[in-house]
């Protein structure tokens, strides 16, 4: 369990922790430097989380309701069902590696980093994936469905960046940021919604028509559409 009011850095053994817990006061950073293993990881308070690899083989509990972000990448990859759900932090980077078991999304989950699926069963449940933060991000989805997906970036000039197709069962709401499709395809099952300070980039077609709402009654020079 990581505290204080100074930013702490672990070097992990080879081994497997039973638990790691970032309890850090107010904005200080958790640093995780090079790779390690926990079956449980709860974040209950500080800020970044920062390094290269936290394989995560268990339960994500996040009852943290600030802060948001970091270099480090969540490596979710263990074999039974687990659950990613967040009172409010913002994970930093989530990849997803699971050989078996699936993992379900519960709630609003933020994400400041990349979403990057690699192998394993997501089910999306009614979820809602948050893109935030002062940078771009990338999405890489599996063949299952997600329910719904926000961008809500700082700015327009943030990016959240398809790198797969991407299937939806719910919305995409564009409040705030870029959203890149790309030469990939987005299958939503209702329209996209835009609200201030949104750009979308590529080509787009649904379904449902009209093929975009907007969250306020003018487009004014803070919305683009290319």
Known sequence: KF????????????STY?????????SQ????????????????????????TLNVLGSITVT???????????????TSTQTL????????????????????LSGIIPVAGNWTWQSGTVDAQTSTLKFIGWN??????SSSNYY???????????????????????????TSGTFNEGSYTIYPSSPYSLGPSSVVNGSWTTSTQPLFSF???????SNTVK
């Open 3 to 14: 505290v204080g009011w100074a930013d702490s850095i672990f070097t992990a053994s080879s």
């Open 148 to 174: 719904n997906i926000q961008v809500n970036k700082a700015s327009g000039d943030y990016q959240l960046i398809l790198g797969s197709n991407l299937r939806m069962t719910g919305s995409l709401t564009i």
């Open 85 to 104: 759900s967040s009172a409010g932090w913002g994970f930093p980077n989530v990849a997803i590696n699971k050989p078996s078991g699936t993992l379900y």
């Open 29 to 52: 950073v958790l640093t995780i430097s090079g790779q390690a293993t926990t079956t449980n990881l709860i974040v209950s308070s500080g800020d970044n989380m920062n390094g290269g």
């Open 64 to 78: 943290n309701t600030g802060g948001y972000g970091g270099t480090l990448t969540i490596n979710i990859n263990g």
């Open 215 to 221: 969250i306020q009654t003018d487009l004014d020079a």
């Open 136 to 141: 771009n991000s990338t999405i890489i989805a």
């Open 18 to 26: 039973y638990t790691i817990e970032n309890a850090k006061s107010g």
